[in-house]
């Protein structure tokens, strides 16, 4: 059973920091990337970061120059910092970590956190 646990969530005010971790049950290495979703209240849930095998990153246009992603291989954990947090990186955060594709369907299996909530105060 895979299992990731996010923690690192909270109430900070504009212009504040978090850094959200992901503890992940089993080598981070068994996965084709891993990444962090976030999802606002009536919107549709979007990709924030991601990083795959190799170490390379990417990221939405919205938090290019804030958010950083970054791993710990011995710790099994991926990490978002997030610098110049806005009102609208308000959301519950979901860490996401993707299998290689597999099986007769050759589709790969998506693992989720249980989300944590960040929430940015004007």
């Known amino acids: 059973q895979v299992l990731l646990v996010e923690s690192g969530g909270g109430l900070v005010q504009a212009g504040g920091s978090l850094r959200l971790s992901c503890a992940a049950s089993?080598?981070?290495?068994?996965?084709?990337?891993m990444g962090w979703y976030r999802q606002a209240s009536g919107k549709q849930r979007e990709l924030v970061a991601g990083i795959n095998s190799g170490g390379i990153t990417n990221y939405a246009e919205s938090v290019k120059g804030r958010f950083t992603i970054s791993r710990d291989n011995a710790k099994n954990t991926v990490y978002l910092q997030m610098n110049s947090l806005k009102p609208e990186d308000t959301a519950v955060y979901y860490c996401h970590a993707k299998g290689f594709p597999s099986g007769l369907d050759y589709k790969s299996s998506d693992y989720w956190g249980q989300g944590t909530q960040v929430t940015v105060s004007s």
């Open positions: 089993r080598s981070i290495f068994s996965f084709n990337a």
